[in-house]
Protein backbone atom coordinates (compact mmCIF):
# COMPACT_ATOMS: atom_id res chain seq x y z
CA UNK A 1 0.00 0.00 0.00
CA UNK A 2 2.55 2.15 0.54
CA UNK A 3 4.33 1.88 -2.86
CA UNK A 4 1.10 2.44 -4.47
CA UNK A 5 0.19 5.78 -2.55
CA UNK A 6 3.43 6.89 -3.63
CA UNK A 7 3.80 6.22 -7.39
CA UNK A 8 0.30 7.43 -7.41
CA UNK A 9 1.68 11.10 -6.43
CA UNK A 10 4.64 10.82 -8.55
CA UNK A 11 2.52 10.37 -11.62
CA UNK A 12 0.14 13.47 -10.89
CA UNK A 13 3.54 15.44 -10.68
CA UNK A 14 5.25 14.52 -13.33
CA UNK A 15 6.16 17.71 -15.29
CA UNK A 16 5.38 18.91 -18.66
CA UNK A 17 8.69 19.33 -20.06
CA UNK A 18 12.44 18.95 -19.75
CA UNK A 19 14.42 22.36 -19.23
CA UNK A 20 18.54 22.66 -18.95
CA UNK A 21 18.85 25.51 -16.22
CA UNK A 22 20.13 28.59 -18.36
CA UNK A 23 24.02 29.44 -17.26
CA UNK A 24 24.70 32.49 -15.96
CA UNK A 25 27.52 34.49 -17.58
CA UNK A 26 30.32 36.55 -15.86
CA UNK A 27 30.14 40.68 -16.23
CA UNK A 28 33.78 40.41 -14.33
CA UNK A 29 36.02 39.11 -11.84
CA UNK A 30 38.90 40.00 -9.50
CA UNK A 31 40.78 36.96 -8.26
CA UNK A 32 43.04 36.95 -5.77
CA UNK A 33 47.20 35.88 -6.27
CA UNK A 34 49.84 34.75 -4.42
CA UNK A 35 50.65 34.28 -0.49
CA UNK A 36 52.26 35.41 2.05
CA UNK A 37 54.81 33.54 4.52
CA UNK A 38 51.32 33.27 6.87
CA UNK A 39 48.97 32.43 4.11
CA UNK A 40 47.18 35.92 3.09
CA UNK A 41 46.06 35.62 -0.69
CA UNK A 42 47.34 38.87 -2.34
CA UNK A 43 44.51 40.82 -3.83
CA UNK A 44 40.76 40.51 -3.05
CA UNK A 45 39.66 38.68 0.06
CA UNK A 46 37.36 36.77 1.48
CA UNK A 47 34.96 39.66 2.45
CA UNK A 48 32.50 41.91 0.85
CA UNK A 49 29.37 43.63 1.32
CA UNK A 50 27.23 45.72 -0.87
CA UNK A 51 25.94 49.36 -0.38
CA UNK A 52 23.94 50.62 -3.41
CA UNK A 53 23.71 54.49 -4.23
CA UNK A 54 26.81 55.28 -1.75
CA UNK A 55 27.72 58.51 -1.40
CA UNK A 56 24.19 60.52 -1.54
CA UNK A 57 24.39 58.35 -5.10
CA UNK A 58 27.61 59.59 -5.97
CA UNK A 59 28.84 55.73 -6.85
CA UNK A 60 25.70 53.55 -7.48
CA UNK A 61 27.29 50.28 -6.79
CA UNK A 62 29.54 50.27 -3.98
CA UNK A 63 31.27 46.95 -3.07
CA UNK A 64 33.00 46.87 -0.21
CA UNK A 65 35.73 44.26 -0.42
CA UNK A 66 38.66 43.44 2.17
CA UNK A 67 41.89 43.70 -0.20
CA UNK A 68 45.58 42.67 0.27
CA UNK A 69 47.91 45.54 -1.89
CA UNK A 70 50.45 43.33 -3.33
CA UNK A 71 54.08 43.32 -1.73
CA UNK A 72 52.28 44.09 2.02
CA UNK A 73 54.42 43.62 4.56
CA UNK A 74 52.94 40.50 6.00
CA UNK A 75 52.22 42.16 9.78
CA UNK A 76 50.00 44.76 8.00
CA UNK A 77 46.04 43.49 7.92
CA UNK A 78 44.01 43.61 4.56
CA UNK A 79 42.25 46.74 4.35
CA UNK A 80 38.83 47.19 3.55
CA UNK A 81 38.17 49.50 -0.02
CA UNK A 82 35.24 50.42 -1.82
CA UNK A 83 34.84 49.13 -5.15
CA UNK A 84 32.63 51.53 -7.70
CA UNK A 85 31.96 49.23 -10.77
CA UNK A 86 31.34 51.69 -13.61
CA UNK A 87 32.96 49.49 -16.14
CA UNK A 88 34.08 45.46 -15.65
CA UNK A 89 37.86 46.20 -15.02
CA UNK A 90 37.15 49.39 -12.79
CA UNK A 91 38.54 48.21 -9.04
CA UNK A 92 39.60 51.77 -7.93
CA UNK A 93 39.14 52.33 -4.47
CA UNK A 94 36.83 54.83 -3.90
CA UNK A 95 35.94 54.92 -0.28
CA UNK A 96 38.36 53.42 3.02
CA UNK A 97 36.56 51.96 5.61
CA UNK A 98 37.77 51.06 9.48
CA UNK A 99 39.39 47.37 9.38
CA UNK A 100 37.06 44.82 9.61
CA UNK A 101 33.91 46.72 8.69
CA UNK A 102 31.39 45.10 6.39
CA UNK A 103 28.69 47.15 6.64
CA UNK A 104 26.02 43.92 6.11
CA UNK A 105 22.73 45.97 6.54
CA UNK A 106 21.95 49.74 6.45
CA UNK A 107 19.11 50.57 9.23
CA UNK A 108 18.06 54.17 10.19
CA UNK A 109 18.26 53.80 14.33
CA UNK A 110 18.06 57.22 15.32
CA UNK A 111 15.55 58.21 12.40
CA UNK A 112 16.73 61.14 11.04
CA UNK A 113 16.04 59.62 7.45
CA UNK A 114 20.08 58.93 6.87
CA UNK A 115 20.97 55.20 7.03
CA UNK A 116 23.19 53.94 9.09
CA UNK A 117 25.85 51.46 8.78
CA UNK A 118 25.88 47.98 10.98
CA UNK A 119 27.81 45.17 10.39
CA UNK A 120 27.12 41.24 11.55
CA UNK A 121 28.29 41.27 14.82
CA UNK A 122 25.89 44.49 15.96
CA UNK A 123 28.70 46.98 15.74
CA UNK A 124 27.65 50.14 13.27
CA UNK A 125 28.15 53.81 12.66
CA UNK A 126 26.00 56.35 12.30
CA UNK A 127 25.75 58.22 8.54
CA UNK A 128 26.65 61.43 8.14
CA UNK A 129 24.95 63.83 5.61
CA UNK A 130 27.43 62.89 3.25
CA UNK A 131 26.12 59.23 3.34
CA UNK A 132 29.48 58.07 4.68
CA UNK A 133 29.90 56.73 8.37
CA UNK A 134 30.73 58.72 11.24
CA UNK A 135 33.51 56.70 12.63
CA UNK A 136 34.22 59.14 15.83
CA UNK A 137 31.63 56.74 17.54
CA UNK A 138 30.54 53.66 17.32
CA UNK A 139 28.37 51.68 19.10
CA UNK A 140 27.42 48.24 19.79
CA UNK A 141 24.21 45.78 19.98
CA UNK A 142 24.84 42.43 22.08
CA UNK A 143 23.95 39.75 20.35
CA UNK A 144 23.77 38.25 16.56
CA UNK A 145 21.23 39.95 15.02
CA UNK A 146 18.96 38.22 12.61
CA UNK A 147 16.66 41.06 11.31
CA UNK A 148 16.00 44.98 11.24
CA UNK A 149 12.77 46.61 11.66
CA UNK A 150 10.74 49.57 12.90
CA UNK A 151 8.98 46.47 15.20
CA UNK A 152 7.08 49.26 17.42
CA UNK A 153 6.39 51.77 14.56
CA UNK A 154 8.15 54.49 15.56
CA UNK A 155 10.10 55.26 12.85
CA UNK A 156 13.83 54.08 14.55
CA UNK A 157 15.03 50.61 13.46
CA UNK A 158 14.94 47.80 16.00
CA UNK A 159 16.39 44.22 16.34
CA UNK A 160 15.80 40.83 16.50
CA UNK A 161 17.49 37.78 17.78
CA UNK A 162 16.85 34.44 18.18
CA UNK A 163 16.64 32.89 21.93
CA UNK A 164 17.98 29.41 23.37
CA UNK A 165 14.30 27.98 23.20
CA UNK A 166 15.49 25.81 26.16
CA UNK A 167 16.34 25.73 30.06
CA UNK A 168 17.68 27.58 31.99
CA UNK A 169 17.04 30.12 29.29
CA UNK A 170 13.52 29.64 28.23
CA UNK A 171 13.45 32.74 25.12
CA UNK A 172 12.13 31.74 22.13
CA UNK A 173 13.34 35.45 20.71
CA UNK A 174 14.70 39.03 22.24
CA UNK A 175 13.83 42.65 20.79
CA UNK A 176 16.51 45.32 21.22
CA UNK A 177 14.68 49.17 20.89
CA UNK A 178 16.51 51.71 19.53
CA UNK A 179 16.31 54.95 21.39
CA UNK A 180 16.99 58.63 20.16
CA UNK A 181 19.69 59.37 21.98
CA UNK A 182 21.35 55.89 20.97
CA UNK A 183 23.09 56.01 24.90
CA UNK A 184 21.46 52.83 25.68
CA UNK A 185 19.25 49.46 24.22
CA UNK A 186 16.48 47.90 26.23
CA UNK A 187 16.08 44.41 25.52
CA UNK A 188 12.83 42.34 25.62
CA UNK A 189 12.95 38.46 25.90
CA UNK A 190 10.37 36.70 25.08
CA UNK A 191 9.37 33.96 27.09
CA UNK A 192 8.35 30.47 25.99
CA UNK A 193 5.03 29.20 28.16
CA UNK A 194 5.64 25.80 26.56
CA UNK A 195 9.12 25.39 28.23
CA UNK A 196 7.70 26.97 31.55
CA UNK A 197 5.64 24.29 31.85
CA UNK A 198 7.57 21.81 30.40
CA UNK A 199 11.47 21.75 31.65
CA UNK A 200 12.60 18.95 29.02
CA UNK A 201 11.05 21.25 25.96
CA UNK A 202 12.28 23.18 23.34
CA UNK A 203 10.69 26.23 21.60
CA UNK A 204 12.50 27.56 18.61
CA UNK A 205 11.60 30.76 16.78
CA UNK A 206 12.15 29.80 12.67
CA UNK A 207 10.81 32.77 11.63
CA UNK A 208 9.65 36.35 12.08
CA UNK A 209 7.55 38.07 9.33
CA UNK A 210 4.48 40.20 8.27
CA UNK A 211 1.35 38.99 7.22
CA UNK A 212 -0.96 40.07 3.87
CA UNK A 213 -2.63 42.44 6.32
CA UNK A 214 1.45 43.92 7.37
CA UNK A 215 0.80 41.86 11.16
CA UNK A 216 3.72 40.30 12.68
CA UNK A 217 4.12 36.54 13.25
CA UNK A 218 6.17 34.58 14.69
CA UNK A 219 6.50 30.52 13.66
CA UNK A 220 7.98 28.01 16.21
CA UNK A 221 8.39 24.27 16.67
CA UNK A 222 8.51 22.78 19.66
CA UNK A 223 9.79 19.06 20.29
CA UNK A 224 10.24 17.17 24.12
CA UNK A 225 12.98 14.79 25.27
CA UNK A 226 13.09 12.43 27.54
CA UNK A 227 16.72 10.31 28.93
CA UNK A 228 17.06 6.74 27.54
CA UNK A 229 19.92 4.65 28.07
CA UNK A 230 22.27 5.73 25.55
CA UNK A 231 20.95 9.35 25.30
CA UNK A 232 18.95 11.95 24.91
CA UNK A 233 15.95 10.56 22.85
CA UNK A 234 12.68 12.72 21.29
CA UNK A 235 9.67 12.15 22.07
CA UNK A 236 7.84 12.53 18.67
CA UNK A 237 4.62 13.40 20.55
CA UNK A 238 5.73 16.31 21.51
CA UNK A 239 6.50 17.89 18.28
CA UNK A 240 4.42 20.75 17.08
CA UNK A 241 4.95 24.19 14.98
CA UNK A 242 3.12 26.84 16.33
CA UNK A 243 1.81 30.59 14.98
CA UNK A 244 1.83 33.17 16.65
CA UNK A 245 0.69 36.94 16.40
CA UNK A 246 2.71 39.68 17.55
CA UNK A 247 1.71 42.75 19.64
CA UNK A 248 4.17 45.67 20.75
CA UNK A 249 3.11 48.11 23.85
CA UNK A 250 5.19 51.33 23.91
CA UNK A 251 6.30 51.76 27.79
CA UNK A 252 8.86 54.23 27.18
CA UNK A 253 10.62 56.32 24.39
CA UNK A 254 13.11 53.54 24.34
CA UNK A 255 11.55 50.56 26.49
CA UNK A 256 8.62 47.91 24.46
CA UNK A 257 6.77 45.24 25.67
CA UNK A 258 6.23 42.08 23.56
CA UNK A 259 2.84 40.03 23.73
CA UNK A 260 2.90 36.53 21.69
CA UNK A 261 -0.60 35.01 21.41
CA UNK A 262 -0.76 31.55 19.71
CA UNK A 263 -3.43 31.47 16.66
CA UNK A 264 -2.36 27.94 15.12
CA UNK A 265 -0.77 25.02 15.44
CA UNK A 266 0.33 21.84 13.58
CA UNK A 267 0.55 18.02 14.41
CA UNK A 268 1.49 15.74 11.87
CA UNK A 269 -0.58 12.36 12.36
CA UNK A 270 2.86 10.30 11.97
CA UNK A 271 4.74 12.26 14.56
CA UNK A 272 2.06 11.06 17.11
CA UNK A 273 1.76 7.13 16.17
CA UNK A 274 5.60 6.21 17.17
CA UNK A 275 6.27 5.77 21.08
CA UNK A 276 10.23 5.90 21.65
CA UNK A 277 12.24 2.72 22.41
CA UNK A 278 13.97 3.87 25.87
CA UNK A 279 16.72 1.09 25.37
CA UNK A 280 17.73 1.17 21.69
CA UNK A 281 20.24 3.26 19.78
CA UNK A 282 18.22 3.88 17.12
CA UNK A 283 16.14 6.95 17.66
CA UNK A 284 18.89 9.58 18.21
CA UNK A 285 18.62 10.95 15.06
CA UNK A 286 14.86 11.23 15.21
CA UNK A 287 13.42 15.34 14.40
CA UNK A 288 10.34 16.38 13.13
CA UNK A 289 12.20 18.27 11.10
CA UNK A 290 15.96 18.05 9.56
CA UNK A 291 16.56 21.50 7.86
CA UNK A 292 13.70 24.58 8.31
CA UNK A 293 14.42 28.15 7.30
CA UNK A 294 12.94 29.28 3.80
CA UNK A 295 10.48 31.58 4.67
CA UNK A 296 8.89 32.56 0.89
CA UNK A 297 7.63 35.95 1.67
CA UNK A 298 7.34 38.58 -1.02
CA UNK A 299 5.10 41.09 -1.92
CA UNK A 300 4.59 39.93 -6.08
CA UNK A 301 4.06 36.56 -4.78
CA UNK A 302 0.26 35.35 -3.05
CA UNK A 303 1.15 33.07 -0.42
CA UNK A 304 3.43 32.94 2.25
CA UNK A 305 5.33 29.37 2.01
CA UNK A 306 7.76 27.36 4.84
CA UNK A 307 9.97 24.66 3.72
CA UNK A 308 11.10 21.92 5.80
CA UNK A 309 12.38 18.73 5.32
CA UNK A 310 9.94 16.38 7.33
CA UNK A 311 11.05 13.48 9.38
CA UNK A 312 7.91 10.73 10.19
CA UNK A 313 8.34 7.30 10.98
CA UNK A 314 5.94 5.44 9.78
CA UNK A 315 7.37 2.18 10.24
CA UNK A 316 6.65 1.01 14.05
CA UNK A 317 8.69 -2.46 13.82
CA UNK A 318 11.65 -1.39 12.17
CA UNK A 319 12.04 1.93 12.76
CA UNK A 320 12.96 2.99 9.22
CA UNK A 321 12.86 7.16 8.51
CA UNK A 322 10.51 8.63 6.07
CA UNK A 323 11.98 11.92 4.99
CA UNK A 324 10.54 14.22 2.29
CA UNK A 325 10.82 17.92 1.51
CA UNK A 326 7.53 19.78 1.66
CA UNK A 327 6.38 23.49 2.57
CA UNK A 328 3.37 25.15 4.91
CA UNK A 329 1.17 27.30 3.54
CA UNK A 330 1.33 30.39 5.98
CA UNK A 331 -1.25 33.24 3.98
CA UNK A 332 -4.15 33.30 6.00
CA UNK A 333 -2.40 32.74 9.37
CA UNK A 334 -3.45 29.33 9.43
CA UNK A 335 -0.62 26.44 8.85
CA UNK A 336 -1.76 24.41 6.28
CA UNK A 337 0.67 21.33 5.05
CA UNK A 338 0.98 21.03 1.23
CA UNK A 339 1.56 17.42 1.19
CA UNK A 340 3.61 18.21 -1.76
CA UNK A 341 7.42 17.01 -2.02
CA UNK A 342 9.35 19.43 -3.47
CA UNK A 343 13.22 19.20 -4.15
CA UNK A 344 14.90 18.88 -1.27
CA UNK A 345 17.33 21.67 -1.34
CA UNK A 346 14.54 24.30 -1.09
CA UNK A 347 14.77 24.50 2.88
CA UNK A 348 18.25 24.92 2.49
CA UNK A 349 17.59 28.08 -0.10
CA UNK A 350 18.17 31.39 0.67
CA UNK A 351 15.71 34.40 -0.83
CA UNK A 352 17.61 36.87 -3.23
CA UNK A 353 16.37 40.59 -2.90
CA UNK A 354 15.79 41.21 -6.45
CA UNK A 355 14.31 39.18 -9.39
CA UNK A 356 17.20 38.41 -11.67
CA UNK A 357 15.47 36.58 -13.96
CA UNK A 358 13.68 39.71 -15.90
CA UNK A 359 9.93 39.17 -14.00
CA UNK A 360 8.98 41.17 -10.39
CA UNK A 361 9.79 37.91 -8.36
CA UNK A 362 12.76 37.08 -6.31
CA UNK A 363 14.57 33.75 -6.49
CA UNK A 364 16.21 31.81 -4.04
CA UNK A 365 18.98 30.02 -4.48
CA UNK A 366 21.82 27.23 -2.96
CA UNK A 367 25.46 26.03 -3.58
CA UNK A 368 25.86 22.39 -3.90
CA UNK A 369 29.57 21.65 -5.03
CA UNK A 370 30.58 23.87 -7.70
CA UNK A 371 27.12 24.80 -8.61
CA UNK A 372 24.98 27.77 -7.71
CA UNK A 373 21.00 26.94 -8.83
CA UNK A 374 18.80 29.17 -8.32
CA UNK A 375 15.03 28.84 -8.28
CA UNK A 376 11.55 30.45 -9.42
CA UNK A 377 8.97 29.54 -7.28
CA UNK A 378 5.75 28.42 -9.32
CA UNK A 379 2.27 29.07 -8.84
CA UNK A 380 1.52 25.99 -6.56
CA UNK A 381 4.52 26.69 -4.27
CA UNK A 382 6.87 24.24 -6.39
CA UNK A 383 10.62 25.51 -6.72
CA UNK A 384 12.04 25.16 -10.33
CA UNK A 385 15.61 24.88 -11.33
CA UNK A 386 15.83 27.77 -13.83
CA UNK A 387 19.28 29.41 -13.63
CA UNK A 388 22.49 28.16 -12.60
CA UNK A 389 26.34 29.39 -11.65
CA UNK A 390 29.30 27.49 -11.83
CA UNK A 391 32.17 28.50 -10.07
CA UNK A 392 35.65 27.57 -11.83
CA UNK A 393 37.32 24.48 -10.65
CA UNK A 394 40.10 26.13 -9.56
CA UNK A 395 37.98 28.72 -7.21
CA UNK A 396 34.84 26.69 -5.82
CA UNK A 397 36.49 24.28 -3.56
CA UNK A 398 36.24 26.43 -0.14
CA UNK A 399 33.29 27.44 -0.05
CA UNK A 400 30.81 30.19 -1.14
CA UNK A 401 31.60 32.90 1.39
CA UNK A 402 28.57 35.47 0.10
CA UNK A 403 26.61 36.18 -2.82
CA UNK A 404 23.77 38.70 -2.89
CA UNK A 405 21.25 39.75 -5.74
CA UNK A 406 22.46 43.45 -6.93
CA UNK A 407 21.17 46.49 -8.55
CA UNK A 408 21.25 46.36 -12.73
CA UNK A 409 24.80 47.00 -12.67
CA UNK A 410 25.41 46.15 -17.14
CA UNK A 411 21.90 48.09 -18.03
CA UNK A 412 19.88 45.28 -19.85
CA UNK A 413 17.05 46.22 -17.39
CA UNK A 414 17.63 42.96 -15.40
CA UNK A 415 19.33 42.60 -11.59
CA UNK A 416 22.53 41.17 -11.36
CA UNK A 417 24.62 38.91 -8.72
CA UNK A 418 27.74 39.55 -6.88
CA UNK A 419 29.98 36.85 -4.86
CA UNK A 420 32.77 35.56 -3.21
CA UNK A 421 33.85 32.06 -2.92
CA UNK A 422 36.97 31.55 -0.84
CA UNK A 423 39.73 28.98 -1.52
CA UNK A 424 42.82 29.12 0.80
CA UNK A 425 44.76 27.14 -1.75
CA UNK A 426 44.76 29.14 -4.89
CA UNK A 427 43.18 32.24 -3.62
CA UNK A 428 39.81 34.18 -3.94
CA UNK A 429 37.46 34.83 -6.23
CA UNK A 430 35.08 37.62 -6.40
CA UNK A 431 32.42 38.08 -9.26
CA UNK A 432 29.63 39.87 -10.71
CA UNK A 433 27.28 37.59 -12.30
CA UNK A 434 24.66 39.03 -14.96
CA UNK A 435 21.17 38.28 -14.53
CA UNK A 436 19.25 36.93 -17.52
CA UNK A 437 15.62 37.16 -18.92
CA UNK A 438 15.33 33.09 -19.00
CA UNK A 439 11.62 33.50 -20.62
CA UNK A 440 13.16 33.86 -24.27
CA UNK A 441 16.30 31.45 -23.23
CA UNK A 442 13.76 27.68 -22.18
CA UNK A 443 14.47 25.84 -24.66
CA UNK A 444 11.47 22.74 -24.23
CA UNK A 445 11.65 19.33 -25.28
CA UNK A 446 8.93 18.63 -27.61
CA UNK A 447 9.48 14.91 -28.62
CA UNK A 448 10.45 13.92 -25.78
CA UNK A 449 8.81 14.35 -22.58
CA UNK A 450 11.21 12.73 -19.42
CA UNK A 451 11.50 13.34 -15.31
CA UNK A 452 13.61 12.91 -12.60
CA UNK A 453 11.15 13.12 -9.46
CA UNK A 454 12.01 12.50 -6.02
CA UNK A 455 13.90 9.57 -4.58
CA UNK A 456 12.64 8.03 -1.46
CA UNK A 457 13.18 6.74 1.33
CA UNK A 458 15.52 9.79 2.21
CA UNK A 459 18.06 10.60 3.77
CA UNK A 460 18.52 7.73 6.43
CA UNK A 461 18.57 4.77 3.88
CA UNK A 462 20.90 2.57 2.45
CA UNK A 463 18.68 2.03 -1.02
CA UNK A 464 16.77 4.31 -2.39
CA UNK A 465 14.40 4.24 -5.09
CA UNK A 466 14.73 6.89 -7.95
CA UNK A 467 11.12 7.35 -10.28
CA UNK A 468 12.00 7.92 -13.46
CA UNK A 469 9.29 8.98 -16.45
CA UNK A 470 9.79 9.45 -20.09
CA UNK A 471 7.04 9.68 -22.95
CA UNK A 472 8.97 7.59 -24.77
CA UNK A 473 11.47 4.82 -25.40
CA UNK A 474 14.91 6.61 -25.43
CA UNK A 475 18.37 5.85 -24.30
CA UNK A 476 19.03 7.67 -20.75
CA UNK A 477 22.26 7.77 -18.73
CA UNK A 478 21.71 8.58 -14.71
CA UNK A 479 24.77 10.26 -12.99
CA UNK A 480 25.27 11.01 -9.49
CA UNK A 481 27.64 14.26 -8.42
CA UNK A 482 29.39 14.98 -4.75
CA UNK A 483 30.02 18.18 -3.44
CA UNK A 484 33.91 17.98 -5.15
CA UNK A 485 32.14 17.30 -8.51
CA UNK A 486 33.27 14.08 -8.61
CA UNK A 487 30.69 12.08 -10.73
CA UNK A 488 29.30 8.47 -10.01
CA UNK A 489 27.58 6.50 -13.39
CA UNK A 490 24.68 4.70 -12.07
CA UNK A 491 24.03 3.71 -15.76
CA UNK A 492 25.00 4.63 -19.19
CA UNK A 493 22.96 4.77 -22.48
CA UNK A 494 20.33 2.63 -21.43
CA UNK A 495 17.05 2.01 -22.83
CA UNK A 496 14.38 3.08 -20.78
CA UNK A 497 10.76 2.07 -21.93
CA UNK A 498 7.56 4.29 -22.49
CA UNK A 499 6.54 5.58 -18.81
CA UNK A 500 7.80 4.86 -15.30
CA UNK A 501 11.16 3.15 -14.03
CA UNK A 502 11.76 2.54 -10.59
CA UNK A 503 15.23 2.08 -10.47
CA UNK A 504 16.90 1.26 -6.77
CA UNK A 505 20.89 1.96 -5.56
CA UNK A 506 22.56 0.88 -2.43
CA UNK A 507 23.84 4.12 -0.66
CA UNK A 508 26.21 2.15 1.16
CA UNK A 509 29.20 2.98 -0.47
CA UNK A 510 28.52 7.10 -0.16
CA UNK A 511 29.70 9.33 2.40
CA UNK A 512 26.57 11.16 3.96
CA UNK A 513 26.18 14.37 2.20
CA UNK A 514 24.58 16.17 -0.19
CA UNK A 515 24.50 15.02 -3.90
CA UNK A 516 23.11 15.65 -7.51
CA UNK A 517 21.52 13.75 -9.44
CA UNK A 518 21.57 14.12 -13.28
CA UNK A 519 19.07 12.42 -15.42
CA UNK A 520 19.96 12.56 -19.54
CA UNK A 521 19.00 11.77 -22.64
CA UNK A 522 22.02 13.45 -24.58
CA UNK A 523 20.15 16.75 -25.18
CA UNK A 524 18.74 17.99 -22.50
CA UNK A 525 19.28 17.04 -18.63
CA UNK A 526 16.95 17.37 -14.93
CA UNK A 527 18.60 17.26 -12.31
CA UNK A 528 17.68 16.99 -8.32
CA UNK A 529 19.75 17.46 -4.49
CA UNK A 530 19.22 15.08 -2.72
CA UNK A 531 20.80 14.57 0.99
CA UNK A 532 22.41 10.77 1.92
CA UNK A 533 22.71 10.21 5.83
CA UNK A 534 24.37 7.21 7.45
Known amino acids: MKITLILSFVLCCVIATAQEPVQLEVWTTVKSYGFDLIENPFGVGDRFAYVPNFRNNKIPHGFIVSYRE???????????????????DDTLNQFTWPRNFFPSSTPDINADGQRDFMNAAG????????????TTIQYKVDGNIAMIDAFNDDARDDFFLYGSGQMPNPYIAHF??????LKNFKKYSLVSKNILQDEKSEEIAKAIYKNRQGQWRLLTYCRGWVDGLYQRVWVSEKSVIRLYSLEFTTITEDSTSVTATQIDEYRDPKWMDYIPDMNTKDDFQWRPFNNQRLLYNTENYPKILYYASMNTMPDKETKKYDSYATFFDLTNDKIVPSNTVVDIAAPECKILKHSIDGDKIPEIYVKTGPNILFYSIASEGIPTNTMKYVIPEDRFKGGLRGLTSISDINNDGIHDIALMSSDNSVGNYFAIIKGKDVKNNIVEETKSTFTL????????????VIPLFSSKTALYTLSLYNVQGIQYTLFSDKQLPEGETLYSFSTTDFGSGAYILRFSDGKNTVEKTILIQH
Open 176 to 181: VFSNPT
Open 123 to 134: MFYLGTKNDEPD
Open 453 to 464: NYPYPLPNSSEI
Open 70 to 88: PNTDIQEPNKVYTWAFAKP
